[in-house]
Each structure stands twice: as structure tokens, then as C-alpha cells.
């Protein structure tokens, strides 16, 4: 796949939202809208239940909110780049990328979500020409990314299976999805890393599909990865840490660590009256940059 990330005018105009400094190779972000997006804890905003454009969202198992994803799409490119999401579910990174006028590629074994990906772009972006600039593969991310050329992707993020936790039926996904029977759990292929049993195989197996999501991003760039820490019985998994070294050893530094709080989750009764588990409201964004 040829490079179609395309160069704009480093000259932008002085406005309300501050003045942009033409030296500004990462993103299109004056000096007063980059500031705020360094903190390093976000509120997740989500759509809300009654919003007309989450009947497609709710469809997967574990989406995560376009919202989010195109703040981090504004802060790491260029109107014009290409993102590359390697786990595109239910298209949030497509629809971000094409409601910020960015080219989008996403990768995404279910079939069943191949589609419901391409309905969502059609049906809830209203600008057409961004439309035409998302493209999502039906595939292996592990065989579809070699396919693709090496330093021609400007952003990857993605959020990948949290091991094979949607295997787990606690009193969330029972209330949530079982009761009005949603999928509970990414597929039934016996090659997706969600349904790898052993947790230390499925960390060397998301770490072989960002080593080559790694080769395809340009030198400095950045990748963001949406990630959760979780509990395997009794024992809480740091799944963000353990990632991290991992993908340390890659020559993708960590940059910064933000934690998305999830202040709109409901609360359930773990481990009452007996001992302590936790509810987990928040997700972490590892944040990387390439240095080959």
C-alpha cells in the first residue's frame, strides 16, 4: 500500500484559540488548544445511551468512544495523514479520522464487524469526501500489515483485546449484554488473540502485531494504545505495564502514560461482603513514539 498522507501549508492563521506556530511539525494545534491535551488525565466522553449513533456501536463487545480517539488524532497528525488502526472493531478510529479529515486504514478479523464498520461510516459522517478516505481490511492484522509499506503510516492507535477477559460472564456483561443478547466476546476464530488462553502467549502475540505496526509507522512518529488493567480470579493484572515493557524493547518509547477516567460506568457489588475487588473505571493510553 503506497503512502497517501499528503502535505499542507504550515502557515496557519492567528485565531480565538490562540496562535499557531509554523515550527508545529506534529499536529495543526495552536499554543492554547496544545496545552490542555498534555494533562495527563482525561474524562472518556462518550456519545451517551440516547444517542441515535451508538445503536451500531453497542453491537461490539468492548468498543471505545470516537471521541476520545479523535482528540488523540488531532493532537498526533496533520489534517491529510494516515492513521492505521490494527484492531479496527466496530470503526471508532475510521469515524474519527474522517470527522477530522484525516485518511484512515483499519484492520479488522470479524467480518460481521468489516460491515457494521462501513455502515457506520456511511450513516453517521456527513462529509462525503472523508467517507471515501477510510478504508477497512478483512483480515489477520499479523498477515494484512506486511502488505502495507514501511514508513507510510503518520499514527497508529488502536485499543487491542484485554487478553481473553470477555470470556469472563460476571454480573457486567450478564446485565449488559447477555440479557439482550449482544455479542460478548470479539469472534470465535481460533486465531484471534482474544481467545489465547495463556496470558503470557497473548502478550508475545500483541507484541509481534505493534512490532510490525512499528515498522509501517515513520521514524518519530507516535502510537497510542488503549489499554485496561484487569482481574484473572483473584490476581489484578497491570496489562498496561506489562505492554509497555514489552514494547520497550521494540524501540517504541514510552512517551507518557494518560489515564481515561470513566466516570459514566455503573458499579456492581465485587467481592461483597468478603474482600476487596475493585471496580475498574478507567482505561490507560500508552503513549509511544518511534525512535528507528
Given at each position: 500500500m503506497k503512502d497517501i498522507s499528503v502535505n499542507k501549508a504550515e502557515e496557519k492563521p492567528e485565531t480565538t484559540k490562540g496562535k499557531y506556530d509554523p515550527r508545529n511539525k506534529l499536529n495543526d494545534l495552536t499554543s492554547t488548544e496544545w496545552i490542555?491535551?498534555?494533562?495527563?488525565?482525561?474524562?472518556?466522553?462518550?456519545?451517551?445511551?440516547?444517542?441515535?449513533d451508538i445503536k451500531i456501536e453497542k453491537q461490539h463487545p468492548a468498543p471505545f468512544s470516537f471521541t476520545d480517539v479523535?482528540?488523540?488524532?488531532?493532537?498526533?497528525?496533520?489534517?491529510?495523514?494516515?492513521?492505521?488502526?490494527?484492531?479496527?472493531?466496530?470503526g471508532s478510529t475510521l469515524k474519527a479520522c474522517a470527522t477530522e479529515g484525516r485518511k484512515g486504514v483499519g484492520i479488522e478479523l470479524n467480518q460481521k464487524y468489516v460491515e457494521l464498520t462501513e455502515k457506520r461510516i456511511k450513516t453517521e459522517v456527513t462529509e462525503e469526501s472523508n467517507i471515501d478516505d477510510q478504508v477497512v481490511i478483512q483480515g489477520d492484522s499479523r498477515d494484512v500489515?506486511?502488505?502495507?509499506d514501511e514508513n507510510s503510516i503518520d499514527f497508529v492507535v488502536t485499543s487491542p483485546p484485554y487478553w481473553n477477559i470477555l470470556h469472563k460472564k460476571d454480573?457486567?456483561?450478564?446485565q449488559e449484554r447477555v440479557d439482550h443478547g449482544l455479542d460478548t466476546k470479539y469472534s470465535d476464530s481460533d486465531i484471534d488473540i482474544g481467545n489465547i488462553d495463556d496470558y503470557e502467549t497473548f502478550l508475545d502475540e500483541l507484541t509481534i502485531i505493534?512490532?510490525?505496526?512499528?515498522?509501517?509507522?515513520?521514524?518519530?512518529k507516535y502510537m497510542a494504545v488503549v489499554v485496561s488493567d484487569f482481574r484473572d480470579k483473584?490476581?489484578?493484572?497491570?496489562?498496561?505495564?506489562?505492554?509497555?515493557?514489552?514494547?520497550g524493547t521494540l524501540s517504541l518509547e514510552m512517551r507518557g502514560l494518560k489515564v481515561l477516567y470513566q466516570r459514566h460506568k455503573r458499579i456492581f457489588p465485587y467481592g461483597y461482603?468478603?474482600?476487596?475487588?475493585?471496580?475498574?473505571?478507567n482505561q490507560y493510553i500508552l503513549i509511544l513514539q518511534n525512535v528507528k
Open positions: 490542555p491535551e498534555t494533562i495527563s488525565v482525561w474524562n472518556q466522553r462518550g456519545l451517551g445511551a440516547k444517542h441515535p479523535a482528540r488523540l488524532i488531532r493532537f498526533f497528525t496533520k489534517k491529510g495523514n494516515t492513521v492505521l488502526d490494527p484492531f479496527a472493531g466496530i500489515i506486511d502488505t502495507l454480573h457486567k456483561a450478564k505493534l512490532a510490525k505496526c512499528r515498522r509501517v509507522l515513520k521514524p518519530k483473584s490476581n489484578y493484572i497491570m496489562f498496561h505495564a506489562d505492554l509497555a515493557r514489552k514494547l461482603p468478603y474482600a476487596y475487588v475493585p471496580n475498574i473505571h
